[in-house]
């Protein structure tokens, strides 16, 4: 089965500041990953997923994420924090062997002060 | 194209009533799958459907139930409510055509249900 933390429920970063949200999966069969963001009383947005190739992967407004399978991560990080990026961020894993079902984080809140 | 599209977006229950949620994909989408969200348990798989048929599920009990129309809209169910069953239910549309976990899935804005 596969299954995903969040490190840190609550992440404060400045404005222009380096955001940095933390997920790391577990999975027995080479993991999808995905990073999805919610703002409040909306459903989730992609941001970027990795499925196969580079590891290194870009995403919409600017973010991005790394794919490290010796470290079972996959942080999301973005050069300059946006007053605009502060919601809920939310890491997800899928495989193979469990199809569409995806295995959500529990969710990390960003907040950016001005 | 129009996103994923859900009603009603709002609705308060009773305990022991049922509750029926719709779900319309984006238009060419064969899959939709249904997700509990609670403050307490996060995101939580319901299951999927492909063409009709549930291809997917989550470990839910049995009050809650959905199916799947010809064209491709979805309904969700869940009788006999209880406190617990206030979340948001979240729906989420793929192509379908790969079962390997690999597609992406839109989400629709959600329906906010409150049982009293």
């Known amino acids: 089965a596969q299954s995903v933390t969040q490190l840190g429920s609550h992440v404060s970063v400045s404005e222009g500041a380096l955001v940095l949200l933390r997920c790391n999966y577990s999975?027995?069969?080479?993991?999808?990953l995905f990073w999805y963001v919610q703002y409040p009383n909306q459903g989730l947005q992609l941001l970027l997923k990795?499925?196969?190739?580079?590891?290194l992967v870009k995403g919409i407004n600017g973010f991005e994420a790394e794919f490290k399978k010796s470290e079972t991560s996959f942080h999301l990080t973005k050069p300059s924090a946006h007053m605009s990026d502060a919601a809920e961020y939310f890491c997800a894993v899928s495989a193979a062997n469990t199809g569409n079902q995806f295995y959500f984080g529990t969710g990390t809140s960003l907040t950016v002060i001005p | 194209k129009a996103g994923v599209t859900q009603t009603p977006r709002y609705l308060i229950k009773t305990r022991g009533q049922q509750v029926t949620l719709s779900c319309s994909p984006i238009s060419g989408h064969r899959s939709v799958s249904w997700y509990q969200q609670t403050p307490g348990q996060g995101l939580q798989f319901l299951f999927e459907y492909f063409s009709e048929t549930q291809r997917n599920k989550g470990n839910f009990p049995g009050r809650f139930s959905g199916r799947q129309f010809s064209n491709s809209r979805s309904e969700m169910n869940v009788s006999t409510l209880e406190l617990g069953d206030s979340a948001l239910y979240l729906c989420?549309?793929?192509?379908?055509?790969?079962?390997?976990?690999?597609?992406?899935?839109?989400f629709g804005p959600g329906t906010r249900l409150l049982v009293l």
């Open positions: 990795y499925t196969t190739g580079a590891t």
């Open positions: 989420a549309s793929s192509a379908g055509v790969s079962v390997l976990g690999t597609e992406t899935q839109y």
């Open positions: 999975s027995s069969v080479p993991p999808y």
